[in-house]
């Protein structure tokens, strides 16, 4: 083993880029930007360039780097208490949960960490509502899931994935999932049944290319979990916490499902905090030592959570997410035909689709780059806007102008 050396002067953009390369796992591709600092929608990169985050670290960010109050709670609970794991109680977690029910009106919370660890405790609750509520017989629970789903990388959330790059060369994968295609309710209806545990969905398909389905496909899987007494999981990692103009994106359609998944944004992009919030009818059925995780519900992340939700609470980020959802909608629509070929907008969130002949998602997100507007690629020629749901109409505008000037050049 050698000693970490300490440098004598800081690295460049392009000496750290190739130093990740040697140092990291490969499973990344990023854009090559490396970023020091960054306040509101504005990051900047080791040389002083500045960027626009249009993405918002998928929604992570959706209050912005550094909001000044979800760091002045990270502040204060540092300087108090940090971790006791749930062996014992803590002072935050209560009012967290608390805050989160009045947030969604759900009355109990299950709190972890990572997105894909509250899709993986959400797939657990229902097997366990299932059997002990629902009756079904011993290890014969099935989740219904949507084709190009995304929720997550774990062993057995990627096991119920369509994407190959995903899933292939980590099986064996879990069994229990049947997989239907998305916005197709005759097709669900056709794979629920007594063995159901619960329909897991994202209620606008992210990763996909932020896939909105019809209008009533949600109230319709509503009414066949209803009517088959199945779950209704809404996965709003990504589409929650005012991203579409709502507190959840199941409110575009007033569907209660019975059980959301949260994360993200709910971190407030300063550290890991998912959860799943569901009735006492189904977060009840789990007992002590029957889930759990060291670092969920600490009170560092209960804190933090705590300011998330008391930022929600006027409703003033999800109206301005929904007035400025319309300017980024016309935007994109005053660009069809000049570079893009469709796009599909909920709230501050876009797919969109370029013209292939003028580049793959990823080479566009490039030239962005060089305008400093910071996007990602989907699959093929579609990038994903998210920005920050503090941007200004100003800021939106100027992103949009330099998309226009990147599809013309
Ligand atoms: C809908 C959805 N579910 C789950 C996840 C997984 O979250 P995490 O990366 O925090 O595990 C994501 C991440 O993009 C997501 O978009």
């Keep these: 083993m050698t000693a970490p050396t300490a440098r004598a002067r800081p690295r460049s953009s392009a000496e750290l880029i190739r130093a990740e390369s040697t140092a990291l796992a490969h499973n990344y591709h990023p854009l090559p930007v490396v970023v020091s600092h960054a306040e509101g929608v504005w990051v900047r990169d080791v040389e002083g360039r500045r960027y626009l985050d249009m993405l918002a670290g998928y929604s992570a960010l959706n209050f912005g780097h550094r909001h000044p109050a979800l760091v002045e709670a990270a502040h204060r609970q540092l300087d108090q208490l940090t971790l006791t794991s749930r062996a014992f109680h803590n002072d935050r977690l209560a009012g967290f949960a608390e805050n989160l029910a009045a947030l969604t009106g759900f009355a109990m ?81 056709e794979a629920v049944d007594e063995t159901t545990a619960a329909v897991l969905l994202e209620p606008v398909q992210g990763e996909a290319g932020v896939i909105i389905p019809d209008e009533g496909y949600l109230a319709g899987v509503r009414a066949v979990t209803r009517d088959a007494g199945a779950l209704f999981i809404a996965d709003e990692i990504q589409s929650g916490l005012g991203r579409t103009g709502t ?140 920005p920050p749901l503090t941007i200004t109409r100003d800021e939106l505008v100027w992103a949009l102008d330099r998309l226009a000037a990147v599809l013309s050049a």
Aim: proline share 5%.
């Design 109 to 189: 919370t299950l709190p972890m960490n990572t997105g894909a660890e509250a899709v993986e405790s959400g797939i657990k609750v229902a097997r366990k509502w299932a059997y002990d509520v629902k009756g079904v017989a011993p290890d014969r629970a099935t989740i219904v899931v949507a084709a190009d789903n995304f929720h997550g990388r774990t062993t057995t959330v990627v096991g119920f994935s369509t994407d190959p790059v995903a899933r292939e060369g980590f099986g064996p994968f879990a069994p229990g999932f049947r997989v239907v295609p998305y916005n197709d309710l005759p097709a669900l209806r």
């Design 247 to 386: 507190t959840l994106a199941v409110e575009h359609e007033r569907v209660v499902p019975d059980m959301v998944l949260l994360g993200k944004a709910l971190g407030g992009g300063i550290v890991p905090v998912s959860a799943v919030v569901a009735g006492r009818d189904v977060l009840g059925v789990l007992g002590p030592g029957q889930h759990g995780s060291t670092f969920g519900g600490n009170p560092l992340a209960a804190a933090v959570g705590t300011a998330v939700t008391e930022l929600l609470r006027t409703g003033e980020f999800q109206r301005r997410a929904a007035e400025l959802g319309r300017v980024l909608d016309a935007g994109l629509t005053a660009l069809t035909g000049r570079g893009v070929l469709a796009h599909r907008c909920r709230g501050l969130w876009a797919g969109v689709d370029i013209d292939p002949a003028l580049g793959t998602g990823r080479e566009i997100s490039e030239r962005l780059m060089s305008e400093g507007v910071l996007v990602k690629d989907t699959h093929g020629s579609t990038i994903r806007l998210a």
